[in-house]
Structure formats: structure tokens, C-alpha cells
């Protein structure tokens, strides 16, 4: 009876209006790719960053690299992003995103933001079910920027002939993107794509069925029957180690290539184990045993994402810094990569 109250003078103190981010999901037939949608008042958004090959335009991959894509999406350049979304969803203007933001209130970045992927001191709660991830940028110059730090999104609102407005998320994002100054059209940003929430369901919609059920708490996340990912247990004899470092140009820009020195004989055992334990949150252990030192490291792995080459990539934190593993079992290799230490090291096992 108390959430009951507790539900009526919310919706009494909201006037009745729709303030209740709903899931739902929508499927692109240009690739038939599916996304989950989310309703934040009177907008319909994508949850997800786009991940469409646009026919006409530029777009790009993160680092060059399409592992990054599965989850952060591709980058467009502005007159790109104005154009990508599909058919009967657009690029949010600077005023349709001061709507959200302003509906979201504030800290409404906090609010906007993915439980996970983030550092914890940025105290995210994805109140709405925005989901934004920090997917990094593409600078005009080419470099890439800020994956692990930075969220930022296209407007479809110009500010001159080479500026357009965007927004971003992240306490230490850099302020590329705003909705007071333009940024540089060039520059490779997310795209979120919108349409107005009453166009998608019609004016005599009814939407009390779910204004209880809001506020309720939410299910903990399950994994469903066909998840591609399956719990195990592997233990993996290393044999032999090389240490990578990334290229850089005549300008100190990272070039998305790596330089390894000699590879040095090792005795190391790498167990990792795959127990699916919370989704996005709490997926796997890896453990490095070091036989000569009898010295082991323990990382817990907070996503496990399977690759198309049927390779899994394990992302995880060390210092509140993005690291992943590589399992690639066709080249019986593990690949240890520090994105902001732009570093690599490589395990070969028998």
C-alpha cells in the first residue's frame, strides 16, 4: 500500500505526464540490426550508439579497430551523422537535446550515463536508461581520443559553415562538445537517433498500463538460454611472451599499430575462468600465475564480448584505466592491452 501512495503522489506531482523511460527495441532493415529504444518523456531515443555503414560519408571505427564497434558504435563526421539514421528517426537538434537533458535534470550527465564502462568515481546511475557509453572521439586531425573517458554525440544543429553544436558526458571528457559552443564538423562523434515519442504511438496511446510497474525495482539483469557466451573453466600453459608498444607518427599521434620486441621463453599458467555471475558487470576471472616468481595476479573481468572471428575480448579496469584480454584460440595467443598505457602484451601457449 506504501508504493502504491508513493506511486500516486508522483504521478500527482508530475501531473500526470509522461515521465517513465520505458525499454523497447527497434530493428534497422537497412542491416537488420536490433536496438533498444528507451521513451524519456516525450522522446523516443536509441539506447545504443549507431552502428550503421553509411553508403555515403565518412565513419569510422575507434582506433581503426571494428572489435570497438559491437559496443561504442561507429564514429560519423557531422554531415554524416545528419544523414545516417534510419528512415523515420532523425539526429536530435541542439533544442531536442536541452529537452532531454532538461527533462533529465540534474547532474543529468550522471543520469545519462551506463552503469558500466565508466570509472567509478563518475557515479553513474543511468537513472533513465539513456545508457551512454564512453566511447571515445575522432579529432579533426584523425587521432583518436577519450574511449574509457568520453561520450559525445552529434546534434543536427549548426553553429557556422565548419561548427555544429553536440553534446558529451564524462567529468573529464575535454569539453569538445557542447550546446553553447560549435565543434568542429570534421571531428568523428556518436550518433543517438530520435523521433518524437506521440508520433511513434499516437496521440490516444494509453500509457497508465505501465505507470505502476515504473516504479518498481528493476529485475537484476538475466542471461537468456541462447547466450553465445557459455561458463567454463580453461587453464592455459604460456610458453613464450613478447611486449608490444604503439607506433606513433612525426606528431606523437598514436597510429593504431603495434611494435614488438623479440618474444622471451616464460613459465606461466593463465586460468580464466567464465562463471556469468552479473551481465555487463560481473562475467569473469582472469588469473596470471608466474611459475619461477610462484607470484599470481588476479583481474576480475566485467565483460566478456564474443567477436566475429570467434575470438572473446574480456574488458576490465586496472586503476580505473580500460584494459582487455584477447583470447584468440586459432593462434593460441592471449593478448593483455592497455588502450591508455598504449601497450600490449602477448602470451603464447602450448
Not at 557459455?230 to 600453459?237: E, F, H, I, L
Amino acid at each position: 500500500m506504501k508504493n502504491y501512495m508513493r506511486i500516486l503522489l508522483l504521478l500527482a506531482i508530475s501531473n500526470m505526464s509522461s515521465i517513465f523511460a520505458q525499454e523497447n527495441q527497434f530493428t534497422d532493415p537497412r542491416d537488420g540490426r536490433t536496438y533498444k529504444t528507451v521513451v524519456i518523456g516525450d522522446q523516443l531515443w536509441f539506447a545504443e550508439n549507431l552502428k550503421y555503414k553509411a553508403l555515403d560519408g565518412n565513419y569510422f571505427s575507434y582506433n581503426n579497430d571494428p572489435t570497438n564497434v559491437n559496443l561504442y558504435g561507429y564514429l560519423y563526421d557531422w554531415r554524416t551523422a545528419c544523414n545516417v539514421c534510419p528512415s523515420g528517426w532523425r539526429l536530435p537538434s541542439n533544442e531536442e537535446w536541452l529537452t532531454l537533458t532538461n527533462y533529465v535534470g540534474d547532474p543529468y550527465k550522471t543520469r545519462m550515463m551506463s552503469k558500466v564502462m565508466w570509472d567509478a568515481t563518475e557515479n553513474a546511475t543511468n537513472s533513465f536508461g539513456f545508457s551512454g557509453l564512453p566511447g571515445g572521439l575522432r579529432d579533426h586531425l584523425g587521432s583518436y581520443r577519450n574511449k574509457g573517458v568520453g561520450a559525445y554525440f552529434w546534434s543536427s544543429s549548426p553553429q557556422d559553415q565548419n561548427f555544429a553544436f553536440a553534446r558529451e558526458l564524462g567529468k573529464n571528457a575535454g569539453n569538445y562538445a557542447s550546446h553553447q559552443f560549435g565543434t568542429n564538423k570534421n571531428m568523428g562523434l556518436s550518433v543517438r537517433c530520435m523521433k518524437d515519442y506521440e508520433s511513434e504511438m499516437g496521440e490516444d496511446y494509453d500509457q497508465s498500463e505501465y505507470e505502476e510497474s515504473a516504479y518498481e525495482e528493476p529485475e537484476t539483469p538475466q542471461y537468456e538460454e541462447s547466450y553465445a557466451i557459455q561458463k567454463s573453466v580453461k587453464q592455459y600453459t604460456v610458453f613464450k611472451t613478447q611486449s608490444c608498444s604503439e607506433k606513433q607518427d612525426l606528431y606523437y599521434n598514436y597510429m593504431g599499430e603495434y611494435e614488438c620486441k623479440p618474444s622471451k621463453p616464460a613459465n606461466i599458467k593463465i586460468t580464466i575462468n567464465i562463471h556469468l555471475s552479473d551481465p555487463m558487470y560481473d562475467e569473469a576471472t582472469v588469473t596470471i600465475y608466474d611459475v619461477v616468481k610462484k607470484s599470481s595476479d588476479e583481474f576480475p573481468i566485467e565483460y566478456v564480448e564474443a567477436l566475429e572471428d570467434g575470438t572473446l575480448l574480456f574488458h576490465f579496469s586496472v586503476v580505473n584505466q580500460p584494459h582487455t584480454f584477447l583470447l584468440d584460440e586459432s593462434t593460441k595467443k592471449i593478448s593483455w592491452n592497455s588502450e591508455w598505457g598504449h601497450w600490449q602484451e602477448d602470451y603464447f601457449y602450448k
